[in-house]
């Protein structure tokens, strides 16, 4: 019989090698199989592995790719694993249900079949024609789109893959293979990555900066691969486009909470090897908008402090909030740029955009650099308005009581500004003004040298410094220098009249009582020390008012003097019974009796009917200093015996009877009230009154002086004629 041909039983290490013959035919598979496998390899190259490779000539081809499966499925198939161990498992438990001997089997001598032998990686059998590998023949090009498919397949996996990265400590690996990818392709894989960046911004904030410095490197031309990238050293688009788009990530992407924001943004703005002028332009917006003005300007001024090389710009924007409408913006801002002033290193810069906001007042419009969607104001205003004034007035204000050197810049330019501008000022000057004190020596310089033109303004601030308290005597020493030799307006004095004599007060007291009666009830306050927190002023109430009445008529009108000693009596909390009391008192101890001292009188009474007694004390004691002598204070006395009768009756009485009948003739309507006051009296009284007197009272005492008058004049005719005769004769 012919001889049988002997049947071939493949081994576990056939089957298998089929196995994994198909699975990485798929490069799909393939390409996944490797990134699991790169886990598992050494941070540095062996030194063996590194003296016993060779480069792989065949890669690719079907020879290399089965001779891979021969090697990959011995490897299985020593470990216990693949389909060929179990289909050899099978085959064992069928022989041993037929009993038969497996040792008999040719196949279980896997390695004694003749096989393919396992040689070193690129090299060729000795029996085969070596041939040259040609790509073109054995690949066929990918489509863009498959390409572009492929390349974010890829970092979707490397994305994946920062738990395993971090397992097998390779997270800096990662992070460098990640930001080299971003930096090399289109736009597509870098908002993949800034769309994972900003789904955990806190996890994820570290590779947001190993993209920056990436791209930064690239920028510098640190990055040798910048050409391969099409890549220009120098170009920084690129870098503002990602650094931007961070933060708007960061600031408007709804799922990230405010606080997770503003950390983020915080780092990126001062941990970013490059802030660019887009990304201050955001910062300011950020600043604007509703409740984010204090973390905003207060990371600028860390912007100012720790970013030198961008320095002045982030002054100046937290400068330029200094003149923002927005009023919680401008006093974040104000209070940051005080306390960068307080530095020292940057005090002459804010010093001079101060003054230079500080001289747009005396311009005829305001600049337009005032207005723009940035400074809160969008439409242009044309013309000066009380806003506008203080926008240039905001920061120079708030600086002043820490530069007082900046005071005569406010003269020179009060002088130059319009009457509204410099309505405003004086308004608002107050409270810096007020904190520099009296005692600045640059505020007693400017008092000393006042501008011509300034002089309103000079008042003012001495006003504002004396107003509750005394003024200093260096303070005092300078106004009264500036008025005896420069300033003639009486004004100038007001602020500082508690601090000068008394002589020189009433040496003043014509001019400061010509001024409106605002200006004089708030001169007599001064004065009386009534504005200076309870203070002794420089006169008492009862001085004030005899220097009033003891005021030189050729210095100052009656009628003035009248509405000044009106005002004196309008405040009855400081002019009591008493103080009037000593006044007329004092006025009657004068040689020369004031011609308003009736007035005074009058009104006393008036004021208080409780003086009666008083007055006619007084009224008796102008009798005996003979009253008539002078018509206006005679005029005032028959008014004052007119309003106070029947009081007054029995001082009318003690007038001589020329006297009498002339205050009775004014005041027709006191005779018959007199005389029946007389005819009251009993018989012991009346003996008192002399026939004159009564002749007065019963209207006969002028006929008889006419008659008499009429008599005398007969007999000097008389006289007359005879000496005529005599002559004749």
């Known amino acids: 019989a012919p001889q049988q041909p002997v049947k071939t039983v493949e081994s576990a290490v056939d089957i298998t090698e089929k196995f994994v013959y198909e699975q990485i035919k798929n490069p799909s598979f393939a390409a996944e199989l490797v990134m699991m496998c790169m886990g598992g390899l050494p941070r540095e190259i062996p030194p063996q592995f590194n003296n016993t490779y060779t480069p792989i000539a065949a890669a690719g081809t079907e020879t290399q790719v089965r001779h891979v499966s021969r090697l990959l499925a011995a490897q299985l198939t020593n470990a216990g694993l693949g389909p060929g161990v179990q289909e050899e498992k099978r085959r064992r438990r069928q022989a041993a249900d037929k009993g038969e001997d497996m040792a008999a089997q040719p196949a279980m001598e896997e390695f004694e079949k003749a096989s393919v032998k396992l040689a070193p990686s690129g090299i060729s059998r000795p029996s085969r024609k070596v041939q040259t590998l040609k790509l073109s023949e054995i690949t066929k090009p990918l489509s863009s789109a498959t390409k572009t498919s492929m390349v974010m397949s890829a970092i979707q996996r490397i994305l994946k893959s920062d738990k395993a990265a971090q397992t097998e400590g390779l997270k800096d690996v990662r992070m460098k293979i990640i930001t080299s990818l971003a930096a090399s392709y289109s736009k597509d894989v870098q908002s993949l990555l800034l769309h994972f960046i900003l789904d955990d911004v806190q996890g994820r904030i570290d590779l947001a900066f190993g993209w920056l410095y990436e791209e930064y490197c690239i920028y510098q031309g640190f990055n040798r691969n910048s050409s391969v990238f099409n890549r220009t050293p120098g170009e920084i688009s690129k870098y503002n486009d990602i650094l931007c788009s961070l933060l708007n990530g960061v600031n408007y992407r709804s799922e990230v909470s405010r606080v997770d924001r503003d950390t983020a943004l915080r780092r990126l703005y001062l941990e970013s090897p490059i802030i660019t002028s887009d990304a201050i332009s955001l910062l300011k917006q950020f600043c604007?908008?509703?409740?984010?003005?204090?973390?905003?300007?207060?990371?600028?001024?860390?912007?100012?402090?720790?970013?030198?090389?961008?320095?002045?710009?982030?002054?100046?924007?937290?400068?330029?909030?200094?003149?923002?409408?927005?009023?919680?913006?401008?006093?974040?801002?104000?209070?940051?740029?005080?306390?960068?002033?307080?530095?020292?290193?940057?005090?002459?810069?804010?010093?001079?955009?101060?003054?230079?906001?500080?001289?747009?007042?005396?311009?005829?419009?305001?600049?337009?650099?005032?207005?723009?969607?940035?400074?809160?104001?969008?439409?242009?205003?044309?013309?000066?308005?009380e806003d506008i004034i203080k926008v240039c007035l905001n920061l120079y204000l708030a600086l002043l009581p820490k530069c007082q050197k900046l005071l005569g810049n406010l003269a020179d330019v009060y002088v130059g500004s319009s009457g509204d501008t410099k309505r405003v000022i004086l308004r608002i000057i107050e409270d810096p003004i007020r904190e520099i004190g009296m005692e600045s020596t640059e505020l007693l310089a400017l008092v000393e040298n006042c501008p011509k033109g300034s002089e309103t303004l000079i008042t003012r601030i001495i006003h504002i410094l004396t107003e509750k308290t005394i003024p200093s005597k260096e303070l005092v020493d300078k106004v009264r220098e500036l008025y005896a030799h420069r300033v003639a307006d009486v004004r100038f004095l007001i602020p500082v009249l508690s601090g000068l004599t008394r002589q020189e007060v009433i040496a003043a007291l014509p001019k400061l009582i010509k001024l409106n009666p605002g200006v004089v009830k708030e001169v007599f306050n001064r004065l009386l020390g009534l504005s200076t927190n309870g203070m002794t002023g420089a006169m008492l109430p009862s001085d004030l008012l005899i220097a009033l009445h003891n005021i030189d008529p050729t210095k100052c009108d009656m009628k003035t003097v009248m509405k000044a000693t009106g005002i004196c009596f309008s405040d009855r909390s400081t002019y009591t019974m008493e103080v009037l009391t000593i006044v007329l008192q004092q006025l009657m101890e004068q040689k020369d009796i004031p011609l308003l001292m009736m007035r005074t009188v009058i009104q006393s009474v008036s004021i208080y009917p409780g003086l009666v007694g008083f007055i006619m004390n007084i009224l008796q004691r102008l009798i005996v200093k003979q009253v008539w002598k002078q018509k206006t204070l005679w005029d005032g006395f028959v008014k004052c015996c007119q309003r106070l009768k029947p009081q007054s009756f029995t001082v009318m009485l003690q007038l001589p009877p020329p006297q009498l009948n002339n205050l009775l003739q004014q005041a027709e309507d006191i005779r018959d009230p007199l005389l029946l006051y007389v005819q009251g009296l009993t018989d012991a009284q009346r003996q008192h009154l002399s026939a004159d007197i009564m002749e007065v009272l019963y209207d006969k005492y002028t006929s008889k002086q006419i008659a008499s008058a009429a008599g005398d004049k007969d007999a000097s005719t008389e006289d007359n004629n005879a000496q005529t005769n005599t002559s004749e004769g």
């Open 288 to 385: 604007m908008e509703q409740g984010r003005a204090l973390q905003g300007v207060s990371l600028m001024k860390d912007l100012v402090l720790k970013r030198p090389v961008k320095q002045l710009n982030f002054l100046n924007s937290i400068l330029e909030f200094c003149s923002h409408e927005d009023q919680g913006v401008r006093e974040i801002a104000l209070s940051t740029v005080l306390s960068l002033y307080e530095r020292g290193e940057l005090g002459s810069i804010i010093e001079e955009y101060s003054v230079m906001f500080l001289k747009f007042l005396p311009l005829a419009r305001p600049p337009d650099m005032l207005f723009g969607a940035d400074k809160g104001r969008p439409s242009i205003v044309t013309t000066w308005n």
